[in-house]
């Protein structure tokens, strides 16, 4: 079963990606200037613990893979995958100052559950102390926790390589990480589906932008054929 790639309909332009693309079309064989890259390591690895910052990476390089999978630009991706998680071991109140200062479209729930804080206030650093201009790596650094409808590509290829960056272990993530190269939309629907149901056996809210993500990637599935499994249920 193969799913249109709905996020690859979206274009945000091309923006250099400030000094980062400097090096012009060559450094896409070289992941950007290693300069730039280095001076970008040198300041996560102070803000973060080394299991954070092996995390960041392996979830830059995952990206990566992805991205040749499905055509998206691999710079961007590295980008996106090694600042993603930038504030996620700032203190609580500095992420929270960050995510209420935001003027991005930040919902109630997001406002009100710290665990949410620092996918906003991370895009918010990424442009303020990464200088980083490309608003898909912004958005893709801001919706990378709760998601949403009409993702770019970008935006979900970040939110699976989050999920399956070879630091996971949990339960599925061997059928997820074959998932995520094999069907792009069946793979969020999928991660979606856990996020929601996790999220309900542990009686969290959740965000308007996660509900309208799920909704639409279970349109998808429901549309190319794929059924539920209903175990002991019938009316």
Do not use: W
């Not at 300069?35 to 960041?56: A, D, P």
Request: net charge positive.
């Amino acid at each position: 079963m193969l799913f249109t790639a709905i996020g690859s309909t979206i274009h945000y332009g091309t923006p250099a990606l400030s000094s980062v693309n400097r090096c012009g079309k060559d450094c896409s064989q070289s992941l950007l200037n290693k300069k730039i890259i280095g001076q970008y390591k040198e300041i996560l690895q102070g803000r973060m613990s080394k299991k954070r910052y092996t995390h960041s990476l392996n979830v830059a390089m995952e990206a990566v893979r992805l991205a040749d999978r499905y055509g998206a630009d691999r710079d961007n991706a590295y980008v996106a995958g090694l600042l993603h998680d930038n504030a996620k071991e700032l203190p609580i109140e500095q992420q929270r100052a960050l995510v209420l200062g935001s003027a991005r479209e930040v919902c109630e729930i997001e406002q009100h559950t710290p665990a949410l804080f620092h996918a906003v206030a991370g895009a918010e650093l990424a442009a303020s102390d990464f200088h980083i201009e490309n608003p898909d790596i912004l958005s893709a650094i801001r919706y990378h926790t709760i998601a949403r409808d009409g993702m770019s590509l970008l935006e979900q290829i970040l939110y699976l390589a989050d999920l399956i960056s070879i630091d996971r272990d949990y339960k599925d993530v061997k059928r997820m990480r074959k998932l995520a190269f094999v069907d792009l939309d069946l793979a969020m629907y999928e991660a979606l589906k856990f996020s929601v149901a996790d999220s309900v056996a542990r009686m969290n809210t959740i965000p308007p932008q996660t509900m309208a993500a799920y909704n639409q990637y279970t349109a998808l599935a429901v549309k190319a054929g794929l059924k539920p499994k209903l175990k002991g249920r019938s009316r």
